[in-house]
């Protein structure tokens, strides 16, 4: 462990009060020095290299992982395979739902240990691992296990087709931004419909993966029906390109997505594809003010703005945008940006060295291209990976901040006049992932919900999710729903 | 007893509402089912493909903003018009493919009756794809389909029946169309241009090109601004391919090659494949 002054938390210049520190223990998980991969119900050791993972709160070397290579990703298809044939397809959706609702119990039981962990090898705040992550990755569980037994009530078949089929092999390739809360979304309604997959974690984030297998194992779940490969781009690749997998599922960059699709072209695997964002969050002069601004900070600093929903744009109306920027920045001030493990942290750490350089990059071509930029005074810790909270003023439309997904915690503040300007600049993107919408006028915001772009419109709130609610993009942010009743639809013939 | 010549009709292409000549000046043979000549059709170029992807864009906005019963009864239009017309029809299906009489009228009355089918689509299509959602929190939540904008769609070879069963779904939910005609049999698509060109369907929401697909789709497939690519008509693996690949660029709708049987039951998916699921949040409270 690191000294705890590296991780002590910052940004609390102005305030009459200091917090002491609340960390949440961290002797409730066990960290083992290395890890295999887990194929056909055991960990095996991988065949190719191995990496590390590390914290990037403290840049410690938290343990040693697999790196999954063509002949590992090969075994854990044929596994894949095979359970898909000799028991997963076979079996009753009640009785798959059965296994499904047993792996929601165990993920709520052992839900603390999965926060602690997540905060740990990502860096996101304990508290939104703890409320956040953890507690929706049992819910999707939860809420597909029921769906297993109902697959014909889905409106996915007709009276000619007979009930839905499963595909059979699912590949699935997940960000670190979300580790569990992702694999959630991919496995649950993957098995629910009675396929098997194979997916890889990202390679910064492999750990609440593999404490997955541990709950797969525990539900007892059949051999085969979940494997986990830990890779990077490589392992990724070779899942996505093996003849045998039958659906290609992907969250991620935008540029990776576009590879997958030129990958899977001409083959009859089907696709779905949760890719980047630029959301407008767009807040009205008849706005209740104080609320949106609580949604602009959640919209941007929430999980440190590594998130493909982020509002990122905020698009404030220009009579009232003195008003939004001087409260936005009073409340900035507020945010505690520090040890994700510390429970009054707002703002956790940047999750890799790559991404921060990414961070600092775009930032500094905002700059560079004229926009204005601030942010609260913010003691950020000495080891680790850490980004301040940050806003850019004067931005244009052309501006790079403007345009490219920076996944981190920076805002562009573009004013506008009118509703119509508003959704033209809203729509203004390649990217159709979310939108926020604040005013108190009804009929406005339904108006403003059904002109944007984008497949998921927060209005006078924004970064909700369920497991009902159907969640993906328009355009360039991929294609696919996950969740709900239309997140069936990936994963059924 | 005089004798008449007959007045032949120029064969043009359908962009915007209008018949234009294809800008490149090219034309090329169309025979009969025996082998003779029937006419020249309009051998659409890269720029006419823009201009109609042009077209199909600005019809967008309008025709996904009119309610779904306006856009129901318009579709229902072609259908009439279609029927007032049949004889027409049923006699160049019979020339270019060299159908029986019984044969041209099967496919005429199916393609008027789908027409009908889809038109009833239009305002029911949202409640059987669209949900409310019941999410752990006090928020109103419900999802519904919208257009995903622009398609390109390469026809099967049916000039008729072909040409409706995948135009019709994809207009019926708001989007707008590029279509690239049966290369083989173009002229019954351009006449049912005609058909729809009066009709009340706005100029642009469906744009008919002819020519050749292999020279014309890969424009189309690679369009920054068209939204999703409909390969039902390719029929070379190859060319289906690279289609996919240069769709991927920004991440088109892509429904693979493959027709199934015209008269059967039309798949859903001619509609959802080209729907969008937009979800909104409100919070509820007093």
Redesign the interface.
């Given at each position: 462990m690191p000294p705890t002054d590296s991780t002590a938390t910052g940004s609390t210049t102005g305030f009459e009060f200091e917090y002491s520190p609340a960390p949440e223990a961290r002797s409730i998980v066990d960290i083992k020095p290395s890890y295999g991969l887990f194929v056909n119900g055991e960990f095996v050791d991988g065949r190719g290299r191995s990496f590390k993972t590390i914290s990037p709160s403290t840049e410690e070397v938290l343990a040693e992982i697999a790196e999954a290579d063509e002949a590992d990703v090969d075994d854990a298809v044929r596994a894949a395979r095979r359970a898909y044939t000799r028991v997963w397809s076979r079996m009753s959706g009640a009785e798959r739902g059965k296994y499904l609702f047993r792996i929601a119990r165990i993920l709520q039981e052992r839900a603390r240990e999965f926060a602690v962990l997540e905060s740990i090898d990502n860096g996101k705040p304990i508290k939104e691992s703890r409320d956040v992550d953890v507690p929706l990755a049992a819910?999707h569980f939860f809420y597909y296990a029921g769906w297993a037994d109902k697959l014909e009530y889905a409106?996915l078949s007709?009276a000619?087709s007979g009930p839905p089929k499963p595909l059979g092999v699912a590949g699935q390739v997940i960000p670190w931004n979300f580790p569990l809360l992702m694999l959630a979304w991919k496995i649950a309604p993957a098995l629910a419909c009675g396929n098997t997959v194979v997916l890889k974690p990202a390679e910064t984030t492999p750990l609440t993966a593999l404490l997955f297998a541990e709950v797969c194992q525990q539900a007892d779940l059949p051999p085969g029906v979940v494997n986990i490969l830990t890779g990077a781009g490589e392992t990724g690749r070779a899942i996505v390109a093996h003849p045998d997998v039958d659906k290609v599922a992907f969250t991620g960059s935008?540029e990776v997505?576009?590879a997958i699709?030129?990958t899977v072209?001409?083959s009859?695997k089907k696709v779905t594809?949760e890719?980047g964002g630029k959301a407008a969050n767009i807040v009205f002069d008849d706005a209740p003010i104080d609320q949106a601004v609580e949604g602009i900070v959640n919209g941007i600093f929430f999980n440190q703005g590594h998130v493909c929903c982020a509002g990122s744009r905020l698009l404030v109306q220009e009579s009232v945008a003195e008003d939004v920027l001087a409260r936005l920045k009073r409340r900035m001030a507020t945010l505690r940006v520090g040890d994700p493990l510390d429970k009054n942290t707002d703002v956790g750490t940047i999750n890799s060295a790559e991404q921060l350089a990414k961070i600092r990059e775009l930032s500094d071509i905002g700059e560079a291209e004229g926009a204005g930029r601030w942010s609260p005074p913010c003691d950020l810790p000495n080891h680790g990976y850490w980004f301040p909270p940050t806003i850019f003023t004067g931005v244009s439309q052309a501006h790079r901040i403007a345009r490219e997904e920076i996944f981190g915690p920076v805002l562009s503040v573009i004013t506008f006049r009118t509703p119509k300007e508003a959704v033209e600049k809203a729509n203004n993107t390649?990217f159709?992932l979310s939108a926020g919408v604040w005013s108190d006028k009804g009929s406005r915001?339904l108006w403003m919900?059904s002109q944007l772009r984008?497949?998921?419109?927060?209005?006078?709130?924004f970064n909700?999710f369920?497991p009902?609610?159907?969640?993906?993009g328009?355009?360039?942010?991929?294609?696919g729903?996950e969740g709900?009743?239309?997140g069936l639809e990936g994963y059924l013939k | 007893m005089s004798t008449r010549l007959d007045v032949k009709k120029t064969y043009k292409l359908y962009i915007g509402g209008d018949f234009p000549r294809s800008e490149s000046g090219r034309t090329y043979v169309v025979n009969d089912a025996k082998g003779s000549f029937l006419a020249n059709a309009a051998q659409a170029s890269r720029k006419d493909a823009r201009d109609a992807v042009k077209a199909a864009r600005s019809a967008f906005g309008g025709w996904s903003g009119r309610t779904a019963y306006n856009r129901g009864q318009v579709v229902y239009r072609i259908a009439e018009v279609l029927e007032g017309r049949r004889e027409q029809f049923e006699t160049e299906l019979r020339a270019a493919e060299g159908l029986t009489a019984a044969k041209a009228r099967t496919y005429v009355d199916a393609a008027i009756d789908r027409l009908v089918w889809y038109a009833g689509w239009a305002d029911k299509i949202a409640q059987?794809?669209g949900?409310a959602?019941?999410?752990?929190?006090p928020?109103f939540?419900h999802?519904a389909p919208e257009p995903?904008g622009v398609v390109a769609i390469v026809a099967p070879s049916g000039p008729l029946l072909g040409l409706v069963s995948v135009v019709a779904p994809v207009i019926v939910t708001g989007n707008t169309c590029v279509v690239i005609a049966s290369e083989p049999h173009p002229l019954t698509a351009i006449t049912l241009g005609e058909v729809m060109a009066t009709s009340d369907l706005p100029g642009g929401v469906v744009n008919v090109l002819t020519g050749s697909v292999a020279e014309v789709a890969p424009w189309l497939a690679s369009h920054m601004d068209v939204?999703g690519l409909d390969l039902t008509g390719v029929t070379d693996?190859?060319l289906?391919?690279?289609l996919?690949?240069a769709?991927?660029?920004?991440?088109k709708?892509v429904r693979?090659p493959g027709l199934e049987d015209l008269l059967a039951?039309p798949p859903?998916d001619r509609m959802t494949r080209f729907l969008?699921?937009?979800?909104?949040?409100?919070?509820m409270g007093i």
């Open positions: 819910a409106g007709t000619e935008t997505g576009r699709a030129k072209a001409g009859d594809l890719l390649p159709g915001i919900a984008a497949g998921v419109v927060w209005s006078n709130t909700k369920d009902a609610s159907p969640f993906g328009y355009k360039e942010s991929g294609y729903r709900g009743r239309h | 059987v794809t949900s959602n019941a999410v752990a929190g928020y939540n999802s995903s939204n693996p190859e289906a391919r690279d996919e690949v769709a991927a660029e920004n991440l709708r693979r039951a859903l969008e699921t937009k979800t909104v949040w409100h919070p």
